[in-house]
């Protein structure tokens, strides 16, 4: 039986790490691939997988990448994890560094290293039958949310590159495979995109009954690669069981709320918006300020017929609801 060899980008934490741990379980070979050296050691020396240091942004670096690879023949999966995002703000308001930032790496360099280990799948995929590129994506790739901006462009583009990936290799034995995570509670990634503010990242998590652990995404990302060969998952959404709509998962898990709001409730209210009524609707943190900001309390809300995406209410609906409440009714 061939021994089979996966390289997993961004193993230095999360995710990454998660998965280069379960495939060595499950006896593959791994060679794990980020930008801080002494975190990967620490990875290599618990699991016996091999470590690669590189910025998968910088073209050099990742042409030594595939130098380093090649020496030992084949690979079998590739599985592009590394990625990250940069900022909350507001498309208009958000700085351009950070859409470069999250573009270079969520895109760009996912591109740069597929094309540079393509031919090393290939010579997998002949010595075993198939071989395996996996793209870690998010539900960000599929929902836009207020303050996704270049996240949500970025990986959208990721999505879009896997599907265009998945027609090009149509007819070779390369599984093109879409992993789109909602709700994962890693260490860093919510850290790195409020710049280090543990409190505001640990905030995001409060109240969520069992978010997703990178464990959960690494049993997917492994089961998706040890599937009988014809058989391709094309594009895998996994949520946790207590995020009902793609918006919950991506702004639960993705946007901090930073406009948790601190208004006090209306008079005669029964207390701030909560984030979900008794009905499950979700009020994502930013409608629930605007609507106590404007004095719409949780039964008007309710009573607003969405026409934002999947239906929900937006900030537009509670604006011309407000406008066209009858003057002197009295919201408390
Ligand atoms: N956590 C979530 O809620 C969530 C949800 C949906 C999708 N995702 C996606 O899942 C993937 C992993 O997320 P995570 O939560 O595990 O995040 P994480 O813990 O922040 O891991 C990101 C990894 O990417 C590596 N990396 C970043 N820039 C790099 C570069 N230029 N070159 C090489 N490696 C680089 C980092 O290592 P170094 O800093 O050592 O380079 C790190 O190992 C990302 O693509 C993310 O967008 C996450």
């Not at 380093?68 to 990625?83: E, R, T």
């Not at 560094?97 to 996912?110: H, K």
């Not at 543990?198 to 990302?221: F, H, K, M, S």
């Amino acid at each position: 039986m061939v021994q089979r060899r996966a390289v997993v980008t961004g193993a230095s934490s999360g995710i990454g790490a998660a998965t280069v741990r379960l495939l060595r379980l499950r006896g593959w070979d791994v060679v794990g691939v980020a930008r801080r050296t002494e975190r990967l050691e620490v990875l290599a020396k618990e699991t016996g997988a091999s470590v690669f240091t590189a910025d998968l942004t910088d073209q050099t670096q990742v042409d030594g990448l595939r130098d380093f690879l090649q020496k030992d023949g084949p690979i079998h999966a590739l599985v592009n994890n590394a990625g990250g995002a940069f900022g909350l703000d507001s498309v208009e308001e958000s700085d351009p560094d950070d859409w470069s930032r999250m573009f270079d790496v969520n895109v760009v360099a996912v591109k740069r290293v597929t094309t540079a280990l393509l031919p090393l799948l290939r010579d997998g995929a002949r010595e075993s039958g198939n071989a395996d590129i996996v793209m870690l994506t998010s539900i960000a790739g599929h929902v836009p949310y207020e303050g996704g901006g270049g996240y949500n462009a970025s990986k959208f583009a990721t999505h879009a590159m896997t599907g265009v990936l998945r027609l090009e290799l149509s007819g070779e034995p390369i599984r093109v495979i879409e992993i789109a995570p909602g709700m994962v509670k890693t260490d860093e990634f919510t850290l790195k995109r409020l710049g280090g503010d543990q409190e505001r990242a640990d905030a995001v998590y409060a109240g969520v009954d069992n978010p997703l652990t990178a464990e959960d995404i690494a049993d997917v990302i492994v089961l998706s690669v040890e599937l009988a060969g014809h058989v391709n998952l094309d594009l895998v959404t996994v949520k946790p069981v207590a995020q009902a709509a793609p918006e919950t998962a991506t702004v639960a898990a993705e946007v901090v709320p930073s406009h948790e709001s601190t208004a006090t409730a209306p008079a005669g209210d029964s207390g701030p918006i909560p984030r979900r009524d008794d009905a499950g609707n979700f009020y994502s943190p930013l409608v629930r300020s605007i609507a106590e900001a404007e004095g719409v309390s949780l039964a008007e809300l309710q009573s607003i017929e969405g026409t934002g995406s999947e239906g929900r209410v937006s900030k537009a609906d509670i604006l011309l609801f407000v406008e066209s409440r009858p003057a002197g009714l009295c919201t408390w």
